[in-house]
């Protein structure tokens, strides 16, 4: 069956330094993979979005993404991290066939000051 | 532009009471997408309307589940006999259908609460 998996439920980082998030997906062949993210009371905002490629893809507010095949990961990086990227993050991917999004289980994000 | 609106953003109501909540989708999109995020589930498909073909309900829990799509554009996702389980916050998105680079846009979601 097709999943997506973000191995960590919660990360804390002190604010300006670095972030990975982590997400691999189990599909038939290789997905359209999706990164958002949710602040509280919010809906999901998009940040980046793989197709095909150049496997390094930049998203909005200083985000990253890199598209491993080998690994069947897709993580989320960010070199600096402000307060404000406090959140919960989820990976989503579609496969060719259908047009649904499979999400991970997201991974909420706490800063330190 | 706009982006994606839902009404009401918090709805409680009593077991046993049918609900309706509202999607309006970006202008000019063609698909419409309702997922359903609860805590013990996660984000998960209901149903999918694209143009005029028929709706992928595949993910519909069940048949006290049902939305339509009217003019192509507002949808409405109907809840029956609302049970407590039903508690989530229902979330509507719309994309643009190119090829294969879609890209869904979301709305800031209805707070469904069964008392």
């Known amino acids: 069956a097709q999943s997506v998996t973000q191995p960590d439920i919660h990360i804390t980082v002190s604010e300006g330094a670095s972030l990975e998030l982590r997400c691999n997906y189990s599909?038939?062949?290789?997905?359209?993979l999706f990164w958002y993210v949710q602040s509280p009371g919010q809906g999901l905002q998009l940040l980046l979005k793989?197709?095909?490629?150049?496997?390094l893809v930049q998203g909005i507010k200083g985000f990253e993404a890199e598209f491993k095949r080998s690994q069947s990961s897709f993580n989320l990086r960010k070199p600096s991290v402000h307060w404000s990227d406090a959140a919960e993050y989820f990976c989503?991917?579609?496969?060719?066939?259908?047009?649904?999004?499979?999400f991970g289980g997201g991974t909420r994000l706490m800063v330190k000051p | 532009g706009a982006g994606v609106s839902q009404s009401p953003s918090n709805k409680v109501t009593e077991k046993g009471k049918d609900v309706e909540l509202r999607c309006d989708p970006i202008?000019?999109?063609?698909?419409l997408y309702w997922y359903r995020q609860s805590l013990g589930q996660g984000l998960e498909f209901l149903i999918y309307?694209?143009?005029?073909?028929?709706?992928?309900k595949s993910g519909l829990p069940s048949d006290r589940f049902s939305a339509e799509r009217t003019g192509g554009s507002v949808s409405t996702l109907t809840i029956q006999r609302t049970q407590q389980e039903d508690s989530a916050v229902y979330l509507c998105?719309?994309?643009?259908?190119?090829?294969?680079?879609?890209?869904?846009?979301f709305g800031p979601g209805t707070r469904l609460l069964v008392l």
């Open positions: 998105a719309s994309s643009w259908v190119r090829q294969k680079q879609e890209t869904q846009y």
């Open positions: 599909y038939g062949a290789t997905p359209y």
């Open positions: 793989y197709f095909s490629g150049d496997t």
């Open positions: 989503a991917a579609r496969g060719n066939a259908g047009n649904m999004l499979t």
């Open positions: 202008s000019g999109h063609t698909a």
């Open positions: 309307f694209q143009g005029n073909s028929a709706p992928d």
